[in-house]
């Protein structure tokens, strides 16, 4: 009877310490949580009002059980999003347990009116988990308005977008070599943070003064209006050739272009007519050893250069205009204009042996008291060919015989530069100062220029 008992007694205890064990939880500092997806993507592009569903895992690695603190979805009730954890719907949950060695499903749903006008083109939210004073989190994506989109596209073939409905680019667009993007008049880019345009083959840009082809961010809301940064850049790279940009508007990115190498042929590589290219975060134009013609172009309010042309190249800007001022979210330190033929890493100094660059009709301006840096090294033996014709430039340096005809240090007099009105007054001094430039008939808003043209990208009316 004793032994019976002694047995009884010996099941109990393993089932109350079996019972205790399953109570134990893992309470580790350092623990976190897997996940099947970092970011739930909603690719479904309604043409009405409607929701769609997505769902992902949550694994518990380790070998005890889990209990989440928290899940909740960062927006709360105003949030497009909502989720169903463990078969329970709502915006926020609490100690939900996972056990050992095991994983739950977690539904997202989002509700959206893409004919909605008001909705920024992509709806962004995310899903915070907390466990033992960690933090992690899932970000939740979804279309908020009807658009094309491009998620890390790659063009293969040539390429003619339609313009019925905007286009919206996320994880940046790669046009192949040897390919070409043609975008008509209208095209509306909306480029998504962090999102570039690479070019290895040929973009055609091709505007008209009232339909303009934009390339800006995807952000509509009034915080992010003029704001420098909202995504990356236009890059051409070493292969890419023949491409031309004219009545584009380039504006609120990191950089407005970037032009990697010379070009392939014997027409620049990187051609830009009537363009404007403004809030920029770095630069307007940034080119290592380059090839860019401009005319009749507005670059302006960039956290650096307007125009930064170093480690040499070839470059050809007539009638543009290169004005930076401080303003609220830009900080004007740096010359308008940069030219040099090196660049310096871990003050190692790189130099290149060619630059070719002749600008007439130009104006440098700006707050600073010197808007024009240029510099060289090697000079002896290197070709540093450079031509400053009919232009009206900021600066205190000493001008030599690279300069022709130069207004220094005359104030252009903007309509107003406060509010990024670049025309000039009727009693400029650029008005009738340039020379005529064959093939130049017109201004950035295809006005007539006349016997005696006006310095600049705008002809005085």
Not at 161 to 177: C, E, Q, T
Not at 277 to 299: D, H, P, Q, T, W
Request: with cysteine; charged share 15%; net charge negative.
């Amino acid at each position: 009877m004793r032994f019976f008992l002694l047995i009884i007694l010996v099941w109990c205890a393993g089932m109350f310490l079996n019972s205790c064990r399953k109570d134990v939880f893992n309470t580790d500092p350092s623990f976190t949580l897997s996940f099947s997806r970092d970011t739930v993507m909603f690719d479904t592009v309604f043409t009405t009002q409607g929701s769609a569903v997505r769902r992902f895992r949550v694994f518990n690695t380790s070998n005890k059980r889990i209990k989440i603190n928290s899940v909740s979805i960062a927006g709360g009730e105003a949030s497009n999003f909502r989720l169903n954890v463990n078969g329970v719907p709502g915006k926020s949950f609490t100690d939900v347990v996972i056990e050992p060695r095991d994983s739950i499903y977690i539904f997202a749903a989002v509700t959206i009116d893409p004919t909605d006008e008001n909705n920024p083109f992509v709806v962004t939210d995310s899903i915070w988990f907390q466990i033992n004073g960690n933090q992690q989190k899932v970000l939740l994506m979804a279309y908020g308005q009807n658009a094309y989109f491009h998620y890390g596209e790659r063009i293969q073939n040539d390429t003619i977008w339609p313009i019925d409905k905007p286009h919206v680019v996320i994880n940046s667009l790669v046009v192949d070599s040897f390919q070409t993007l043609n975008l008509q008049a209208g095209t509306r880019m909306y480029m998504h943070a962090n999102s570039a345009l690479f070019v290895y083959g040929t973009l055609n840009a091709t505007g008209t003064k009232n339909d303009s082809i934009v390339f800006q961010g995807d952000r509509l809301e009034n915080y992010f209006k003029d704001l420098p940064g909202n995504w990356g850049y236009i890059r051409f790279l070493r292969s890419s050739e023949d491409n031309y940009l004219e009545h584009v508007v380039i504006k609120d990115a990191l950089i407005g272009v970037i032009c990697d190498s010379l070009s392939n042929n014997t027409n620049y590589k990187v051609s830009l007519n009537k363009c404007v290219i403004k809030n920029m975060f770095y630069s307007g134009i940034s080119a290592a050893s380059g090839s860019v013609r401009a005319e009749n172009c507005l670059i302006h309010s960039c956290g650096d250069y307007c125009a930064q042309l170093y480690y040499g190249g070839d470059y050809r800007f007539d009638h543009c205009t290169f004005a930076n001022y401080s303003n609220t979210v830009i900080n004007h330190q740096k010359p308008s204009f940069l030219l040099t033929n090196f660049f310096v890493v871990n003050n190692i100094v790189y130099s290149f042996p060619f630059t070719n660059a002749l600008i007439r009709n130009c104006i440098i301006y700006g707050g600073l008291e010197d808007e024009l840096l240029v510099d060289s090294v090697n000079a002896s033996g290197y070709l540093f060919d450079y031509t400053f014709t009919n232009c009206n430039i900021r600066t205190t340096s000493s001008l030599d015989n690279n300069y022709l005809n130069v207004q220094q240090n005359q104030n252009p007099l903007f309509e107003d530069f406060s509010e990024q009105l670049f025309g000039l007054l009727s009693s400029s001094p650029c008005k009738n100062a340039g020379i005529t430039i064959p093939g130049i008939t017109d201004d950035i808003c295809d006005k007539p220029r006349d016997a005696q043209p006006d310095i600049g990208a705008y002809e005085i009316p």
